[in-house]
């Protein structure tokens, strides 16, 4: 059960493949107890390689990791009992049903008879696959398979639970209902998180700090609003109604920042002293008898963060980023799932 005990804990972390780059090139993050930890990155930038580190899957090349307390390379069966891993692709089998994966899978824990049952009922109930447990999972659809995989990684109540690209390729609707979950998992249980999403509204909705890597370095860490407060200030754009007015809009507008880059025919400028300042700025412009067609405040975003840290944009690539650091002659994510199968759940 998740106990508020040890977090992750990572120093100088490398993976290197041979003849290949070096996918991870000495990372150094700490996630608290309790803490939901968004990993961002562009494609080939090494996160699931991290991931894959972290659950024991793939061993480091140099560095330090502790999960949970244990050193993933000398005490991986200690980081496996306490971590449960959602990877990005599911080891479902297409001929058992959702509820017989569960209870199989609560064999593999060691979890008593009427303690699988038990366990199966509630966690069925809590991902929405009540209906759908008698189910052969061929018939699932992704979403479905998503958060039978999620509950199956949460068979053993385990401190810590690895999301790696948890939502992607889902509707908005089971988007949703996963972030409900993660979130009450955290909040309720104490449950770690150490999420990888290409997503970075769900990176802003769900993660405490967020580490961006590119290239296998971390280049950036913080709350979101730690990372979005670097980039800059708000700013807010009016478009007149009249197009004479634009000049005296500047004006008015300019006594409350810099002006910048804007909409044709509109004005905006950076605030001074943020958001706070849109208040006064609709009684100047109303002293001023200029009416507006279009006021709109823009806060600084986590995709503005993600632009000026890498250079590139994230949101929507479709992340199938480590596929470039296998091993020579391994399929791509081949290696994964089988090596999931053996050791991050069971």
């Known amino acids: 059960m998740a106990s508020g005990g040890a977090g992750i804990e990572v120093e100088g972390l490398v993976r290197e493949f041979k003849k290949g780059p070096r996918a991870v090139d000495g990372i150094s993050l700490r996630v608290e107890p309790g803490e939901i930890y968004g990993f961002l990155g562009p494609n080939g930038a090494?996160?699931?390689?991290?991931?894959?580190?972290?659950?024991?899957?793939?061993?480091?090349?140099?560095?330090?990791?502790r999960v949970a307390g244990f050193d993933v390379a000398r005490e991986g069966s200690k980081v496996r009992a306490s971590i449960g891993a959602a990877l990005q692709e599911a080891?479902?089998?297409?001929?058992?049903?959702?509820?017989?994966?569960?209870?199989?899978?609560?064999?593999?824990?060691?979890?008593?008879?009427?303690?699988?049952?038990?366990?199966?009922?509630?966690?069925?109930?809590?991902?929405?696959?009540?209906?759908?447990?008698?189910?052969?999972?061929?018939?699932?659809?992704?979403?479905?398979?998503?958060?039978?995989?999620?509950?199956?990684?949460?068979?053993?109540?385990?401190?810590?639970?690895?999301?790696?690209?948890?939502?992607?390729?889902?509707?908005?609707?089971?988007?949703?209902?996963?972030?409900?979950?993660?979130?009450?998992?955290?909040?309720?249980?104490?449950?770690?998180?150490?999420?990888?999403?290409?997503?970075?509204?769900e990176a802003d909705v769900l993660a405490d700090r967020v580490g961006i890597i590119d290239s296998g370095r971390i280049v950036a860490e913080g709350?979101?609003?730690?990372?979005?407060?670097?980039?800059?200030?708000?700013?807010?754009?009016?478009?007149?109604?009249?197009?004479?007015?634009?000049?005296?809009?500047?004006?008015?507008?300019?006594?409350?920042?810099?002006?910048?880059?804007a909409q044709p025919g509109a004005v905006s400028v950076r605030l001074d002293h943020g958001a706070g300042d849109l208040a006064d700025v609709v009684r100047a412009l109303d002293a001023g008898s200029l009416r507006v067609a279009n006021l709109r405040l823009e806060e600084p975003s986590l995709d503005d963060v993600f632009l000026e840290k890498t250079g590139r944009s994230l949101e929507g690539?479709?992340?199938?980023?480590?596929?470039?650091?296998?091993?020579?002659?391994?399929?791509?994510?081949?290696d994964r799932e089988s090596s999931r199968k053996k050791g991050a759940r069971a």
């Open 46 to 65: 090494g996160k699931s390689t991290t991931v894959l580190m972290l659950t024991t899957l793939l061993p480091p090349t140099s560095g330090t990791a």
């Open 223 to 261: 709350t979101p609003e730690e990372l979005k407060a670097e980039i800059g200030r708000p700013s807010v754009e009016a478009t007149p109604i009249k197009v004479s007015d634009r000049d005296a809009v500047a004006r008015v507008l300019s006594s409350f920042g810099q002006e910048i880059a």
């Open 91 to 201: 080891a479902l089998d297409p001929f058992l049903t959702g509820r017989e994966h569960l209870k199989l899978q609560a064999a593999l824990h060691g979890l008593g008879r009427k303690e699988r049952k038990k366990r199966g009922d509630e966690l069925l109930e809590r991902v929405g696959l009540v209906e759908a447990a008698d189910r052969r999972v061929r018939g699932y659809s992704g979403g479905m398979k998503r958060r039978l995989d999620l509950a199956l990684a949460l068979v053993h109540r385990p401190e810590i639970l690895f999301l790696d690209e948890p939502t992607t390729g889902l509707d908005p609707q089971s988007r949703s209902a996963l972030w409900t979950e993660v979130s009450r998992l955290t909040r309720d249980e104490g449950v770690t998180v150490f999420l990888t999403t290409q997503y970075l509204e």
């Open 317 to 334: 690539s479709g992340d199938k980023e480590d596929n470039d650091n296998v091993e020579p002659g391994a399929k791509p994510g081949g």
